[in-house]
């Protein structure tokens, strides 16, 4: 069956540190890979794109690898700050579809 | 500023009633669509649609409903139907579904709670 994974438990690091966030999926060949970042009661944010044929985007403090043969995407966030806690998620989009297919999020917490 | 108004913010439902959930969009975007989100789950598609008289239903539509009739509009009933319609509603948008990586722009939600 398809399934997009992401981890479930929250990640909790101090401020300063690189946060790395995992985006596991099987059975896809996924065309796009997005993040987003989503706070608590708020619509989801679209931070990062990264196509099938790239393998790192980076942008600012955040940078998002790309392994379609591990299958995985790598989010992380160098220099974390307390306002980088949140919670984020990937999202997958064929090529043959115009569906994106959400992880259920990792919650990031940046302690001070 | 350009965006997505979602309303209401929040909304209690008794049993049997029928609730309808606005999504307005200024981004001129061709492309609307409605998730739920419940604790632990990612977005689930419920409904979308890709020009204005024209809707699809997506992996969850059973028990909602939706209308197209103006490009900037995109309401969602939860009808009585509907057996667990408690949940956090997101309405987004982009561009063209056919295009590119079809990113979304997200408003800001509606919680319904069912009493």
């Known amino acids: 069956s398809q399934k997009i994974e992401q981890n479930s438990e929250a990640l909790n690091i101090q401020e300063g540190k690189t946060a790395t966030l995992t985006c596991n999926y099987t059975?896809?060949?996924?065309?796009?890979l997005q993040w987003y970042r989503q706070d608590p009661g708020r619509g989801p944010v679209f931070l990062l794109l990264?196509?099938?044929?790239?393998k790192e985007k980076r942008k600012e403090r955040l940078k998002v690898t790309f392994d379609t043969t591990l299958k995985q995407s790598l989010f992380h966030i160098t220099a974390s700050q307390p306002a980088d806690s949140a919670t984020y998620l990937c999202?997958?989009?064929?090529?043959?579809?115009?569906?994106?297919?959400f992880g259920s999020g990792t919650r990031l917490l940046v302690r001070p | 500023d350009g965006g997505i108004t979602q309303s209401p913010k929040y909304l209690f439902r008794k049993e049997g009633q029928n609730v309808t959930l606005s999504c307005e969009q200024n981004?001129?975007?061709?492309?609307m669509y409605w998730y739920r989100q419940d604790p632990g789950q990612g977005l689930r598609l419920i409904y979308y649609?890709?020009?204005?008289?024209?809707?699809q239903k997506g992996d969850i539509a059973e028990g909602y409903s939706v209308s197209r009739e103006k490009k900037e509009s995109f309401p969602l009933t939860v009808t009585s139907a509907q057996k667990n319609p408690t949940a956090f509603y997101l309405c987004?948008?982009?561009?063209?579904?056919?295009?590119?990586?079809?990113?979304?722009?997200f408003g800001a939600g509606s919680r319904l709670t069912v009493l």
């Open positions: 999202a997958l989009r064929m090529d043959s579809s115009y569906k994106l297919i």
């Open positions: 990264i196509r099938e044929n790239e």
């Open positions: 987004a948008s982009s561009l063209r579904q056919d295009s590119g990586a079809n990113v979304l722009t």
């Open positions: 649609s890709q020009i204005v008289n024209d809707f």
């Open positions: 059975n896809y060949s996924p065309a796009y």
């Open positions: 981004l001129n975007h061709d492309a």
